[in-house]
């Protein structure tokens, strides 16, 4: 069966301001503490709650510039707070919605349409070049495949139930087979990463864990690894991937301190790019050693100037489906706990100094108005996308350099 698949014109990049409004679309108004900063400033300065949070935290300025490509807080078809971002052969965008939408956005950003639907939360998606989409789903806990040219939807793999999270999905077609992340703390046993074959959605435990909260993940350009963002730990790991398939022991790669990883995306150089869901980051990291000098004053701006939504939101509690609870394991995949601690004994504390030994800051929006709650980011030509949970709206930059082509963005 497929969705609906109603075309919307799409806001072609001009963000809406729609200020305290976002109260009443349950994302939680300014609170005093942020200095209700929806107003002017708009364009990613720092409101007077971001202080430590900002730019100046410890790790530079920002090289670039963020902007608000496809927004879809309003219309017949809403970007139902994206939670991934992927792309075909045609340019064409890829998201799902935490009501169960798969979207498709036009490659230009002129209209967007819900091809179909899981029922249930969409987290990662990946495409696998061959026609097909996968869908990873919080609530179903299962991964579904959707065929492209006509929208039919089936559940394709959910291990008889035993997968906890299904959070993310790699396509390694030279194996025929994908990698699902299984998001659980590090107390909580189960199987870390699943391996999917894709001719029939057979699911096998492939690595064990325990890794502390599995999300984004990416595979090396020799496909012999695979880079994990490992959340509640603040790190990105490597697994090795061993001739005869397997999946060795974890390898930590770069901490990120004071900043919880949750997507991962690769250049053609193989560096690492690692959107923080909090605070609202991109980092860059060179796997082989080294960073550029942090130069620049990049800040996240919106292209008409108001930045989407408009709200900062330091408070805690609801939101945008659970997006930020302050009590520990709840709200949206239980990934945004409370400021000042909670859960597993790994309090967030999104005031430290986020540096950590080689990284690079790309991006950074203290306010949240154009990146806000960053989760899984991927690559178009040599413009880094990234979705926003927190928001209705997907961002991008030009970061200077050329992505990993992937299975999906590959035709014939």
């Known amino acids: 069966m497929s969705g609906a698949s109603e075309m919307s014109a799409g806001a072609g990049g001009a963000a809406r301001d729609v200020g305290a409004a976002g109260a ?13 900063v929806g107003g002017s400033a708009g364009v ?21 510039d963020a902007e608000v490509f496809f927004d879809a807080t309003t219309g017949p078809v809403r ?23 798969i979207y498709r956005i036009a490659a230009d950003g002129s209209a967007i ?64 087979c994908l990698y699902l992340s299984d998001s659980r703390a590090i107390a909580e046993p189960g199987v870390a990463i699943w391996r999917v074959a894709l001719d029939g959605g057979d699911a096998e435990p492939w690595h064990p864990g ?8 990416a595979l090396s350009a020799d496909g012999d690894a695979l880079y994990v963002a490992e959340t509640w730990a603040r790190r990105i790991v490597r697994v090795p991937i061993a001739a005869d398939g397997s999946a060795g022991a974890a390898e930590p790669v770069v901490e990120t301190p004071g ?50 939504g408009g709200v900062a939101r330091s408070e805690p509690g609801g939101g945008a489906r659970g997006v930020a609870p ?16 909670g859960g597993t004994g790994r309090g967030v ?35 880094l996308f990234v979705a926003n949970l927190g928001r209705w709206h997907l961002s991008r930059a030009a970061v200077g350099a050329a992505g990993l082509e992937l299975p999906g963005q590959r035709s014939g």
């Open 44 to 64: 990613g300065g720092p409101s007077a709650a971001a202080g430590a949070a900002g730019a100046s935290a410890g790790v530079g300025a920002p090289l670039f």
């Open 349 to 383: 504390a999104p005031s430290e100094p986020g540096g950590g030994a080689g990284l690079e800051l790309l991006l950074d929006d203290p306010t949240a108005h154009v990146l806000c709650h960053p989760t899984n980011c991927a690559f178009r030509g040599e413009e």
């Open 259 to 308: 900043a919880l990883p949750d997507g991962i995306a690769l250049d053609a150089d193989g560096r690492l790019y690692i959107a923080c869901y909090e605070p609202s980051r991109v980092y860059r990291h060179d796997p082989r050693g080294g960073v550029a000098g942090e130069v620049g004053g990049g800040v996240a701006r919106s292209v008409a100037g108001g930045g989407a």
């Open 24 to 36: 009443s679309a349950g994302v939680g108004g300014p609170s005093a503490a942020a200095g209700g």
């Open 79 to 101: 970007l139902s707070h994206p939670e991934c971002v992927a792309f075909d052969a045609d340019g064409n965008a890829w998201c799902g919605g935490d009501r169960g939408e």
């Open 113 to 176: 349409e819900q091809v179909a639907s899981t029922g249930g939360f969409v987290l990662g998606v990946a495409l696998d070049g061959q026609g097909f989409l996968y869908a990873c789903d919080l609530a179903e806990r299962a991964l579904f495949r959707v065929e492209l040219a006509s929208g039919a939807i089936e559940r394709f793999a959910d291990a008889g139930g035993a997968m906890a999270t299904p959070n993310f999905a790699v396509v390694d077609p030279g194996r025929g």
């Open 326 to 341: 302050s009590k520990p394991g709840g709200g949206a995949r239980g990934e945004a706990r409370s400021a000042a601690g």
């Open 210 to 217: 325990p890794l502390d909260f599995a999300n984004g993940m």
